[in-house]
């Protein structure tokens, strides 16, 4: 069985997986995700501007067993310097840390990308190291900032000013 995760809302955007999209169903003890009220990886999220698509934003990578996540995004040229990323990345990272009970999300840069730069510390993360990694599996090694961020905690557990809007 597929599963599709929620449509996320913010206060100018909303996220929403595509329809013709099959996500990876992720199984524990033989049962599907669903089944267990576990989400699979949801790995792609459209943002949709007043009903039309100016980017996508996901995770890329979810080690359940350490609770780590890695979030990936993309915008449409013509949109960027607007807030759109950082506001869809904040929707995305609270989802990650209250649904899919994430304790740490990172994400990887070019360190010459200074524009996901800026959204990655505009949406709290800080820069931990600096590797050798390929953008595909036949290019070339290239160094890679990784960022990452700690679900937030107040005195009584997680902080659910975090949470997304969900629909």
């Known amino acids: 069985m597929s599963w599709t995760p929620p449509t996320?809302?913010?206060?100018?955007?909303?996220?929403?997986?595509?329809?013709d999209v099959?996500?990876?169903v992720f199984l524990q003890d033989g049962q599907s995700a669903p089944a267990r009220d576990l989400p699979g990886l949801p790995s792609n999220w459209r943002i949709h501007l007043d009903g039309?698509?100016?980017?996508?934003?996901?995770?890329?990578r979810w080690e359940r067993n350490t609770g780590l996540g890695e979030i990936g995004f993309s915008l449409t040229r013509s949109f960027r310097g607007q807030g759109y990323m950082t506001e869809a990345c904040?929707?995305?990272?609270?989802?990650?840390?209250?649904?899919?009970?994430?304790?740490?999300?990172?994400?990887?840069?070019l360190p010459n990308n200074l524009a996901s730069v800026r959204v990655l510390a505009r949406i709290g993360m800080t820069q931990v190291a600096r590797v050798?990694?390929?953008l595909?599996?036949?290019?070339?090694?290239?160094?890679?900032?990784?960022?990452?961020?700690?679900r937030p905690v107040s005195q009584e557990g997680t902080d659910d000013r975090?949470?997304?809007?969900l629909v």
């Open 162 to 165: 975090t949470a997304p809007l």
């Open 132 to 134: 050798q990694g390929r």
């Open 22 to 24: 099959v996500q990876p």
């Open 8 to 19: 996320l809302t913010t206060v100018r955007l909303l996220l929403a997986c595509p329809p």
């Open 90 to 109: 904040r929707a995305v990272i609270a989802f990650g840390f209250s649904a899919m009970g994430l304790g740490v999300v990172e994400a990887k840069s």
């Open 52 to 60: 039309c698509p100016i980017g996508i934003v996901g995770f890329i």
């Open 136 to 150: 595909s599996s036949q290019g070339a090694l290239v160094d890679l900032d990784i960022y990452q961020i700690r």
